[in-house]
């Protein structure tokens, strides 16, 4: 269609080379190769601003932000993030400044400084409900997840429960996957917590189940989960009482963390091996320490100081 227009025949090339380097980025960012991604996705946003394709460019600058996040470089991601966002106000257009303001919530909740995380999701919340895109509602359903962290487990809870409810919703983007992850670090935290104070935790269990199998689902399509997905079955693994298929899944899941150099999963399935090794097992300091120097060079905050925490309490977790 493009081809029988008047249109520059070299604005034409530079339009299709666009979308052959932006599939090629989301392709390789979904299989964790971020390097790759960052390539790509930087060649196709360089390529969309020389065509002057202003909503290519910001719907690769996304994506070129969330490769970098993804590895872990957060103030790479922030300053793209801040430029799309600034570019979405001046076109006025909304599902940009969504996209932008969605993956700014996404950094600062990896990097654990939840306070930041929650006002961006509360500001951006109405304007995400009056568009009706259900994949952008459970993609900030991972609001939740910086509620757990400060302790508003109510508001933690409901957004989580809200994701599950949209789990029909096919998973048409990766964003997806962010939504579903809250709602299991929510409701297996939760599910950890009843059984820690010898409540009755069987709803809690099935509803933490729920959780799994809509995260299994998404990760099937969207390979970037597939590691978060494989730890959230060790620990469901665990608090069952199955713990020799816990640490099953839990070598899984480090093993491809570590395949897809996801250096936040890595880190986040170090520390439950870690604190649910024995005491005098050598592998619980080990993995410990390691998930500390991780999640110390993605800046993941709240992990850092549950690490210290477990550390302090030698009993923590059995």
Known sequence: CINQCNFDPSLVRLLQLDDVA?????????????ADARG???????????????????????????????????????????????????????????????????????????????????????????????????????????????????NALARAEEVLSLSHVPPTGWHCYLGYLASCEVFLAFWEQELASARQSREVA????????????????FRLG????LCYRGLYHWLAGRRVRARWWWSRALRLA?????????????????????????????QLERARTLFARVGARYWLSRCELVGDNAHAGH
């Open 226 to 229: 597939r590691p978060a997905d």
């Open 206 to 221: 099935k509803t933490a189940r729920r959780a799994l199998q809509s995260m299994s689902a998404c990760s099937e399509v």
């Open 40 to 154: 790509y996705l930087g060649h196709a946003l360089l390529l969309a601003r020389a065509a002057g394709d202003v909503r290519a460019a910001q719907e690769i600058a996304a994506n070129l932000a969330h490769a970098y996040n993804m590895a872990g470089q957060r103030s790479e991601a922030l300053q793209i993030y801040a430029e799309l966002l600034d570019s979405a106000r001046r076109t006025h257009n909304v599902q940009a400044l969504l996209w932008a303001q969605n993956s700014r919530g996404t950094t600062f909740t990896l990097a654990g400084r939840a306070a930041e995380a929650i006002d961006i999701y509360e500001e951006i919340d109405p304007l995400t409900r009056e568009t009706g895109d259900a994949t952008e509602i459970i993609a900030q359903g991972l609001v939740a997840f910086p509620y757990m962290m400060t302790g508003a487990w109510p």
């Open 22 to 34: 932006f599939l090629r980025g989301l392709h390789a960012d979904n299989r964790g190769n971020h």
């Open 258 to 286: 570590l395949g897809m150099n996801m250096t936040y999963d890595e880190a986040r399935v170090r520390y439950e091996i870690g604190r649910h090794a024995d005491e005098g097992d050598p592998l619980r300091r080990i």
